[in-house]
């Protein structure tokens, strides 16, 4: 029950989610003054959400918080958090990355740099939510990279962020090893890096998957009228950052509730 409504219920309460319960409110109520202040809200929480201003900074609250070592340590495993592949359903020829297959690139770059002999590929399905689990695909992938098929072990159990740390840590206490670089997205790394810590592992964070770079950041306050026009007015790919970066705040939140972390 908890796994289905951490899904559903969220999705009416970030922007554009919420936007839409306003909008439906305001075709329901008698009360003009309040009809025109649901439809402002509604208004003001689609230009919010997908205003770069607003997604670049909250994004950047997450992203920033940790940043690749330079050089990264060497280690007894690498740890990937599933959700970079798309499952290699017909019609797609093989399994394909999707926006966080930056993780699978990564984890095999520093694989073939030497540093770590393992890499443990953590990520299940829920078969109500898609319709293929991502494990095989990651595997897959890795392999094409050039990661040998003995190098890789893959934990497809889990369902969450929770689940990847504790299934995790059970395959890696049977090998005696406690010491991981721990690969996600780096809007992902402080949830998960707080879970795998929980876990009791000595976590080396090499986050990736960057949205918004130095050089984004700076040129966000470019001073031409035409960079700040488009800065302004709302965008879908600025709404979807929004929307990720609000999912880890309430994941982190909700985790926390829990003991989890």
């Known amino acids: 029950m908890f796994l289905s409504l951490s899904k559903i219920l969220p999705l ?3 922007p554009l989610g919420l936007a839409g319960l ?15 202040a649901a439809l402002i809200l509604a208004f003001l929480l689609i230009w919010l959400g997908g205003n770069k201003w607003v997604a670049s900074a909250l994004t950047r609250s997450l992203e920033w918080r940790y940043f690749p070592p330079q050089p990264v340590p060497t280690a007894p495993a690498i740890v990937v958090a599933g959700g970079g592949v798309n499952a290699g359903d017909p019609p797609r020829p093989l399994p394909e ?28 399905g829920i078969d109500w939510y898609v319709p293929s689990s991502e494990g095989p695909g990651m595997a897959t992938l890795l392999r094409i990279l050039g990661v ?3 190098a890789i072990v893959s934990e497809m159990r889990s369902r969450n962020t929770y689940e990847n740390a504790v ?21 992902h790394m402080p949830r998960t890096l707080a879970l795998f810590e929980a876990q009791g592992l000595h976590v080396i964070p090499a986050p990736t998957d960057y949205l918004v770079s130095q050089a984004d ?8 009228i035409r ?3 488009l800065n302004l007015l709302p965008d ?26």
Do not use: C
């Not at 299934?167 to 809007?187: E, H, K, N, P, V």
């Open 22 to 36: 306003l909008i439906a409110a305001s075709l329901m109520l008698r009360q003009s003054r309040l009809r025109r």
């Open 12 to 14: 009416l309460f970030y």
């Open 227 to 229: 960079t700040q026009l």
């Open 167 to 187: 299934f995790s840590r059970q395959i890696l206490q049977a090998r005696g090893i406690d010491t991981i670089i721990l690969i996600t997205s780096a809007m």
């Open 148 to 150: 040998p098929q003995e």
């Open 97 to 124: 990355v999707n926006e966080a297959g930056d993780r699978l690139i990564y984890a095999a770059y520093l694989y073939q740099q030497g540093k770590a002999p393992l890499v443990l590929l953590s990520g299940g």
């Open 217 to 224: 950041w700076d040129f966000l306050g470019h001073a031409d």
């Open 236 to 261: 879908g790919r600025y709404m979807y950052w929004n929307y990720l970066s609000l999912k880890e705040y309430l994941g982190i939140l909700v985790y926390h509730l829990r003991g989890w972390m």
